[in-house]
């Protein structure tokens, strides 16, 4: 992963993590890279001093922060990254409905959901919404056989 420091037009600044700079020169081709601030395309690198480990630092911890006279207190963050941590809460937020109104209204019918979308889309079967667990390859079958499926959102705590 690279993390560039990143300017627009308006010269707003913010930074964004890409798994490569072909990755970054990608979408910033397609106009997929957007001011957080503004929403311009029009994104460039700013200039930034690379990080580099000498050979005597390499596998040493890094210095232990010197510690502080007072606690701090507590700064919400402002500018660019709070913008984004916002923007990244308010997807989360519809994310999480998305998916409590599919589970809310919808018949889970586990491992037999390839099996039930077909028989919907073929008029064996009434239509209804349901979900349930298709591995990547029925998905894919239903795709190809042109009966539309869409995993469901999950976020991160999900996974824990």
């Known amino acids: 992963m690279i993390r560039y420091a990143l300017h627009c037009d308006r010269n707003h600044e913010f930074?964004?993590?890409?798994?490569?700079?072909?990755?970054?020169?990608?979408?910033?081709?397609?106009k997929l890279v957007t001011c957080p601030i503004c929403g311009s395309a029009k994104v460039d690198k700013a200039i930034m001093a690379p990080r580099i480990v000498g050979k005597k630092g390499r596998g040493r911890a890094a210095p232990p922060p010197e510690p502080a006279a007072a606690p701090a207190p507590e700064v919400t963050p402002s500018g660019p990254t709070s913008l984004l941590m916002?923007?990244?809460?308010?997807?989360?937020?519809?994310?999480?409905?998305?998916?409590?109104?599919?589970?809310?209204?919808?018949?889970?019918?586990?491992?037999?959901?390839?099996?039930?979308a077909r028989a919907m889309h073929y008029g064996d079967k009434e239509h209804r919404p349901i979900y349930g667990e298709a591995s990547p390859d029925e998905a894919k079958s239903l795709i190809d056989e042109g009966i539309e499926v869409s995993p469901l959102p999950t976020l991160p705590e999900d996974r824990n």
Do not use: M, P
């Open 86 to 116: 916002a923007q990244e809460r308010e997807l989360r937020t519809k994310l999480k409905e998305l998916r409590d109104h599919i589970v809310k209204n919808a018949d889970n019918v586990g491992e037999k959901f390839a099996n039930e």
């Open 15 to 30: 930074e964004s993590w890409f798994q490569s700079s072909s990755a970054y020169d990608s979408q910033v081709k397609r």
